[in-house]
């Protein structure tokens, strides 16, 4: 449901042998950018690693696009049973532990508030109350069930993996790095970053998060071996009585989330830093820093207070 737009400021020289050469590979796929940069000795195995990637960004394309009538998310959604892979099957679940460790803030059945609010076709719909609360009742990630190797989900229910499909994709191509022995690399699938060891002058990748309020970056993070995820309320959104309305939209109340800016967070999963970004954006900056501090995620908020931007950060 979001793409995070973001500065990686790195050095593209050698990793400490001129017979290392960088490799890189950059796609439109599953639903944004994504880029690729790899070191490596071996030209035929960087190529194998390039098409490796390849062939997984497809076909997780192929199996989470909400937007593509073939996928097996819109199989789901239109049949409300669907078998899936063995790793689709522990996404579902990933998914379900992460609704239950937030509250359900996190839920991947958040579509149909979604489209009730016009963000699926960018044209801004006023929805009363009465017409959200009975559309949340069909917003309910308890009612997503996995069994053996199917999924199954109750009529007038949809899903849109949108908050941890491009983490998980990260996670996968970082997956296929490290299995090819790869030792500094970075991967970005729409803004969710794994770092893979460190950059080519040995030291930590620097990271830069986009200033949420004009050009530029507001921070510079540096990580190895570890993945970032921003979620931000200006890259999707409408403005309403001069007041800023982001496609991030709270289950628990059916509107969209508004104490907060910009959510960081951090983790050696890229999916699981993907979902609590979203999730603690939208708890808002009070309750997300008590969040962080009690599962210990490391994690920076930006919020607004009287028009002037704020920061907090765990730890």
Known sequence: MKRIFFSMLFLLACIGCQHQFK?????????????????????????????????????????????????????????HRVAAPGDIIELFALCDSISRMTTGRFDISIAPLVELWGFYEHEYRDPDSLRIARVKNYVKYQNIKINEDSIFIDPDMEVDLGGIAQGYAA???????????????????????????????????????????????????????????????????????????????????????????????????????????????????????????SLNIQGIIYYEKNGVLQRIAYP
């Open 171 to 293: 996670d996968r191509v970082a997956m296929i790095l490290r299995a090819n022995k790869i030792i500094s690399g970075l991967v970005n699938i729409g803004g969710e970053i794994v770092a893979i060891g460190r950059s080519p002058e040995d030291r930590p990748w620097r990271i830069g998060i986009k200033h949420p309020r004009k050009q530029g970056i507001i921070e510079t993070m540096e990580i190895e071996d570890m993945a970032l995820s921003t979620s931000g309320d200006y890259e999707k959104f409408f403005t309403v009585d001069n007041k800023r309305l982001p496609h991030i939209i709270d289950p628990l109340t059916g509107y969209p989330a508004q104490q907060f800016v910009s959510v960081t967070i951090l983790d050696p999963s890229a999916s699981f830093a993907d979902a609590i970004a979203t999730a603690v954006a939208i708890m808002g900056y009070a309750e997300g820093l008590i969040f962080l501090d």
């Open 23 to 79: 490799y890189t590979y950059r796609k439109f796929i599953v639903g944004a950018m994504s880029d690729i940069i790899f070191y490596c000795r071996d030209d035929t195995l960087a190529q194998r690693i390039i098409d490796d990637c390849d062939k997984e960004l497809v076909r997780l394309h192929g199996l989470l696009n909400r937007f593509s009538d073939t996928s097996l998310v819109s199989e789901l959604n239109q049949a």
